[in-house]
């Protein structure tokens, strides 16, 4: 019988591969639980101090190995560790829903005057939102994980958006998804008009609420 082939492999250095992946997962776990937790705390101070949460809704998740490894391959880039965290900014993800707006820009200015976090980049799809009406606010954070002798830097990617515009960002997914290969014009124009119409009862339920609250001042 002849000599089985394989692959040629080097194993210590796949092995040393996979120990630095499983630990780079491990921190970006960890830089998602601690950004959670502030954001808990902010979201509890400022009930406690205004008698209003100004969060509906916190979700989390870690970016996949086929999402990692696709998102490099489009770039061009070689799937390695060092690649993994210089290329790929939102492995560990955050999406917060707010009632308003105006409640999205109250966190980023309370997540901005946190001392020991560094923000990397962001994007205001509020203000200017994308061709097919999708409004967001992009953040690209630096938050340190503090470990047993070291503090590491890592980096988390957050998702704030509006409860309305929430809605329909899962809708427009769905079509994305569904008409992969063409969304009918249509279809586009309608989920665009659809966007537009939250945007406006988004402001005109601001208008209402600020005029709630200064009938309350004056009833003090």
Aim: charged content about 30%; aromatic content about 8%; some cysteine.
């Amino acid at each position: 019988m002849g000599k089985k082939r394989g692959v040629n492999m080097n194993l210590p250095q796949v092995k040393d591969e996979l120990i630095q992946f499983n630990e780079m997962i491990f921190l970006y776990n960890s830089a998602m639980k601690e950004c959670k937790l502030r954001l808990e705390i902010l979201r509890d101070e400022y009930k406690f101090v205004h008698q209003y949460d100004p969060i509906f809704d916190i979700k989390s998740r870690i970016k996949s190995i086929d999402s990692i490894t696709s998102k490099l391959t489009k770039q061009g880039k070689a799937i390695t560790v060092e690649n993994i965290e210089k290329y790929v900014d939102d492995i560990a993800g955050i999406r917060i829903c707010c009632h308003y707006s105006t409640d999205i820009y109250r966190i980023v200015d309370l997540l901005s005057g946190q001392a020991d976090i560094k923000i990397l980049n962001s994007k205001d799809y509020m203000n200017d939102p994308k061709a097919n009406g999708y409004r967001s606010y992009h953040i690209i954070l630096s938050i340190p994980v503090h470990l047993a002798g070291r503090v590491v830097p890592v980096k988390v990617e957050l998702q704030m958006r509006t409860t309305a515009l929430n809605s329909w960002a899962i809708l427009e997914d769905i079509l994305e998804n569904t008409y992969s290969d063409y969304l009918p014009e249509e279809l586009m124009r309608e989920v665009k008009e659809c966007a537009d119409m939250l945007h406006a009862v988004d402001k005109r339920m601001i208008r209402i609420q600020d005029e709630i609250s200064q009938y309350k001042k004056e009833r003090q």
